[in-house]
DNA sequence: CCCTGTGAAATAATTCACAGCA
DNA sequence: TGCTGTGAATTATTTCACAGGG
């Protein structure tokens, strides 16, 4: 009676960081009265090819129709199932500059079940501050909130000496899986699940396939006419 | 003469990825005083195996020294030459609100060479507006200043509606490498490159695994004490 | 037919294990 | 001896190509 369908042991990770970008191009399929689409279809819109949607989505079971395709609602649902998208996500900010200021009202978050419930920082200029609604919070007051509103998701958005420290609270506080944009990696225990976003990164490896383009193609003056 | 020591064509994405990570590493490294790393030393400081990273680096050239490690200035500063960080990349941001004005002032932008040296925004209420000391002009002024400022690369920090005009115009205007944070992908001729950031995209992955974890060891109320 | 789902083949990435040099 | 650099083995991922159901 546990009504699991697939075990979501199988589901390779380069398969699951792809689920959220099907799962974007099928709601906004969904938003244009598409009901069905083909891997074709679909792959072409995501920009993977086709097999490689089909080899990800039969992972997921078959929900797809032969000689005809997949309803888009069917399978958007059933993504967010694997995803876990079904239920709610309380989700804590902690460190409310500019980053995370921008982060508490993206609008991103809201989306998919992700509620930003508490904010943290010790900042006395800060605290008492709302945000969309939540009122920043001094970080001594993290694990009873943790506890409270069952936080499962941090955010780390404070300067890089704080990220370590701010880390190790939220593991400590409970929490299982951190959302680190702090410019500075942190260790944790390994029953923490980090994901790092950094601009830095980013930046870094697209500087070096700028460079090997102008290698391959040196950009003439050839702009517009 | 073009003293290339190694083509670049041979480093995969999957090494590119984590140089800059290593590169970091290697910083920190240095400002402790630290002179030299064996590749056990480094790997294991970075989170990834030592075989792993001696192989990357193989990739890069030669220059560790048999039986003693890498030299942590030299290593530091020939991944910097493989990235492209060893010149200057002038950087537009388009859409100032919350996220343009976050990413504006970020610290992670100013380092390695990467500079923010133009602004956009169609909002009367933010044309005009100092971020940083640079000032926001009017989207119109874009395909000039890329010009005018070699702009290779633009980052797209505006609301899903606009991302893709956005996109096009950075590609019309010249712009070879985009990062796009914008909660949507955007097409674009292939000579483009573009990495997407996205908030989303992350809490959907950290969602997935938070929720495996939890099928594996459910948390239970031990917090601290 | 057409399009899904999937074994089999090809390709890519990681890890092992050790030769070879300081 | 100790640690790098790298072929060889292993594992993961992608692509092919087609059997099979609607």
Redesign the interface.
């Known amino acids: 009676m546990s009504a699991d369908p697939i075990s979501?042991?199988d589901v390779s990770d380069a398969t699951?960081?792809r689920?959220?970008?099907y799962?974007?191009?099928l709601s906004r399929l969904a938003e244009r009265g598409v009901s069905c689409v083909s891997s074709a279809e679909l792959a072409s819109a995501?920009?993977v090819r086709s097999a490689q949607l089909r080899k990800d989505l039969s992972r997921l079971g078959s929900y797809g129709v032969r000689g005809v395709g997949y309803e888009v609602e069917t399978l958007a649902v059933e993504i967010s199932r694997?995803?876990?998208?079904t239920?709610d996500?309380p989700?804590a900010v902690v460190g409310m500059g500019?980053?995370g200021?921008?982060?508490a009202?993206?609008?991103?978050?809201a989306?998919?079940?992700?509620r930003v419930v508490a904010l943290f920082d010790d900042d006395p200029g800060l605290v008492g501050e709302q945000v969309g609604g939540v009122v920043i919070r001094p970080f001594a007051e993290l694990?009873a909130r943790?506890?409270s509103d069952r936080i499962?998701?941090g955010v780390i958005a404070t300067?890089a000496a704080a990220a370590q420290a701010v880390g190790e609270a939220l593991a400590?506080?409970?929490v299982?899986?951190i959302?680190n944009f702090a410019?500075?990696?942190i260790a944790v225990p390994a029953?923490v699940?980090v994901?790092r976003?950094?601009?830095?990164?980013?930046?870094?490896?697209?500087?070096?396939?700028?460079?090997?383009?102008?290698?391959a193609?040196p950009?003439s003056?050839a702009?517009?006419r």
Do not use: C
Request: glycine share 8%; aromatic share 8%.
């Open positions: 979501r042991r699951v960081a689920l959220p970008e799962l974007r191009t995501v920009g694997v995803l876990g998208l239920r996500w989700v500019n980053l200021h921008a982060l009202s993206y609008p991103g978050f989306t998919k079940g992700f694990p943790v506890r499962a998701i300067p400590a506080a409970g299982r899986s959302l410019p500075a990696s029953a699940d994901r976003v950094d601009l830095s990164t980013e930046l870094q490896i697209l500087a070096f396939h700028a460079q090997r383009r102008t290698y193609a950009l003056g702009v517009a």
